[in-house]
């Protein structure tokens, strides 16, 4: 049996391999079980902040691993304050809870929107609370059932109703929709900053502007899922703080631990403190092992210039994939910020075939929404390693 076959066998049928296994990484570079290359423009979704091998994340992670890897939430341990201290002295937050994933970071602040509403209406005397959450057309926001039944695409729901009740629509970057839904009855409302999953789409910053006016007037918090667009992606900690708007709440994961496990959810303290003890845990969340990896990274790009490198190499990225476009008709549209673009294709040219194309030639890209390929490398990637990519893609495009 070859390891396509093995695989097959013995693991459910959840995703759509493609039929290679990944063996070693080295920087922007991966191996799979034969030995061929492949350049790195998924990076394990948006995961692997610094590429493969990184040598001080490695050392983050063996030191700590010979000191603990694991102790009980009951107990503080130092990494975990410390990289608290370091997310909210970087952004408008104040406090952090941590997790392990991204849909668990969805649930946790599913549950702090609620118990905030409820809180604050119980305060002002009234027995009923505001349950709603909006949520955007076409986002994506995880597989677990809350996470799910915010993420508005019917492909991801169908076979799995009922969901979670008291979670409305509406279409993104639509002011009007927006205003006609929200009502005394909302609690929150939550969108990403680019959509990633649904096919790279930013949230433009005029619509922004008005959505926190607007849940400034009414007291709906407002969140950002920043799960893909944080740590770095857009040349800033979080996308948020290019557009220059801030919510209440922000969801964080992927790139957070450079490829460990984990998530967080960062909250402005009037809101957090609606959380008392006994609400909300978790067992592994914001253990020393995943809270060390993910001070490396964020050393990296805080206190390292791998910032400012993003702004430079994304800028540049966005630069050859727009003259790739002007060179190449099949390309429709050219999106994104940073290091996290999207090209949308013409419906004569299939993104799947155009990914399997580029596999072959050593150039592993993902898809998103409807017929765009995605770039998200790790965000050590040069200008050589771009070039060389957009090569590749553009033999594939002929
Ligand atoms: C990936 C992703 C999630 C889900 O994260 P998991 O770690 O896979 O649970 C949620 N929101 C956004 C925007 C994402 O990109």
Same mark, same amino acid.
């Given at each position: 049996?070859?390891?396509?076959?093995?695989?097959?066998?013995?693991?459910?049928?959840?995703?759509?391999?493609?039929?290679?296994?990944?063996? !070693? #990484?080295?920087?922007?570079? +991966?191996? =799979?079980?034969?030995?061929?290359? /492949?350049? *790195? &423009?998924? @990076?394990?979704?948006?995961?692997?902040?610094?590429?493969?091998?990184?040598?001080?994340?490695?050392?983050?992670?063996?030191?700590?691993?010979?000191?603990?890897?694991?102790?009980?939430?009951?107990?503080?341990?130092?990494?975990?304050?410390?990289?608290?201290?370091?997310?909210?002295?970087?952004?408008?937050?104040?406090?952090?809870?941590?997790?392990?994933?991204?849909?668990?970071?969805?649930?946790?602040?599913?549950?702090?929107?609620?118990?905030?509403?409820?809180?604050?209406?119980?305060?002002?005397?009234?027995?009923?609370?505001?349950?709603?959450?909006?949520?955007?057309?076409?986002?994506?926001?995880?597989?677990?059932?809350?996470?799910?039944?915010?993420?508005?695409?019917?492909?991801?729901? !169908? #076979?799995?109703?009922?969901? +979670?009740? =008291?979670?409305?629509?509406?279409? /993104?970057? *639509? &002011?009007? @929709?927006?205003?006609?839904?929200?009502?005394?009855?909302?609690?929150?409302?939550?969108?990403?900053?680019?959509?990633?999953?649904?096919?790279?789409?930013?949230?433009?910053?005029?619509?922004?502007?008005?959505?926190?006016?607007?849940?400034?007037?009414?007291?709906?918090?407002?969140?950002?899922?920043?799960?893909?667009?944080?740590?770095?992606?857009?040349?800033?900690?979080?996308?948020?703080?290019?557009?220059?708007?801030?919510?209440?709440?922000?969801?964080?994961?992927?790139?957070?631990?450079?490829?460990?496990?984990?998530?967080?959810?960062?909250?402005?303290?009037?809101?957090?403190?609606?959380?008392?003890?006994?609400?909300?845990?978790?067992?592994?969340?914001?253990?020393?092992?995943?809270?060390?990896?993910?001070?490396?990274? +964020?050393?990296?790009?805080?206190?390292?210039?791998?910032? *400012?490198?993003?702004?430079?190499?994304?800028?540049?990225?966005?630069?050859?994939?727009?003259?790739?476009?002007?060179?190449?008709?099949?390309?429709?549209?050219?999106?994104?910020?940073?290091?996290?673009?999207?090209?949308?294709?013409?419906?004569?040219?299939?993104?799947?075939?155009?990914?399997?194309?580029?596999?072959?030639?050593?150039?592993?890209?993902?898809?998103?929404?409807?017929?765009?390929?995605?770039?998200?490398?790790?965000?050590?990637?040069?200008?050589?390693?771009?070039?060389?990519?957009?090569?590749?893609?553009?033999?594939?495009?002929?």
């Amino acid at each position: 049996m070859d390891i396509n076959e093995r695989g097959d066998k013995v693991l459910m049928n959840t995703y759509g391999h493609f039929p290679i296994c990944i063996e !070693k #990484g080295e920087g922007v570079y +991966l191996y =799979d079980s034969n030995g061929k290359k /492949y350049l *790195d &423009f998924v @990076a394990g979704i948006a995961v692997n902040t610094l590429g493969s091998g990184n040598i001080k994340l490695i050392k983050a992670i063996s030191e700590q691993a010979e000191k603990l890897i694991h102790c009980s939430n009951l107990y503080y341990t130092l990494p975990q304050i410390e990289l608290a201290e370091m997310l909210t002295a970087n952004t408008a937050f104040d406090k952090v809870f941590f997790c392990n994933s991204g849909a668990e970071a969805i649930e946790c602040m599913l549950k702090l929107c609620r118990k905030y509403a409820a809180t604050k209406s119980a305060e002002a005397g009234s027995d009923t609370a505001p349950s709603e959450i909006i949520a955007m057309q076409n986002s994506f926001h995880g597989r677990t059932y809350g996470s799910l039944t915010l993420t508005a695409q019917p492909k991801y729901h !169908k #076979g799995f109703e009922p969901l +979670l009740p =008291d979670i409305k629509y509406v279409p /993104y970057n *639509d &002011f009007k @929709a927006l205003l006609s839904t929200i009502s005394g009855n909302t609690a929150a409302i939550i969108m990403e900053v680019i959509q990633g999953e649904g096919g790279i789409i930013p949230a433009e910053k005029e619509y922004l502007k008005k959505v926190r006016e607007l849940c400034n007037e009414t007291g709906v918090l407002l969140v950002f899922d920043e799960i893909q667009t944080g740590i770095g992606r857009s040349g800033h900690l979080y996308a948020h703080q290019a557009v220059g708007i801030t919510p209440d709440i922000i969801t964080s994961a992927k790139g957070l631990a450079g490829g460990v496990p984990i998530g967080a959810v960062l909250a402005r303290d009037f809101a957090a403190k609606s959380f008392a003890p006994g609400d909300h845990g978790s067992t592994f969340g914001g253990n020393p092992l995943a809270c060390s990896a993910a001070l490396a990274v +964020l050393d990296e790009l805080l206190n390292n210039g791998l910032l *400012d490198h993003i702004k430079d190499v994304g800028e540049y990225l966005g630069k050859q994939l727009n003259s790739l476009k002007n060179k190449n008709n099949s390309i429709k549209d050219v999106r994104g910020v940073g290091l996290m673009r999207g090209i949308e294709l013409y419906d004569s040219v299939s993104s799947n075939e155009i990914i399997n194309k580029c596999i072959d030639h050593g150039l592993l890209l993902i898809g998103a929404g409807k017929n765009v390929i995605r770039f998200v490398p790790p965000l050590t990637i040069e200008k050589s390693h771009i070039d060389k990519a957009i090569a590749t893609l553009s033999e594939a495009l002929k």
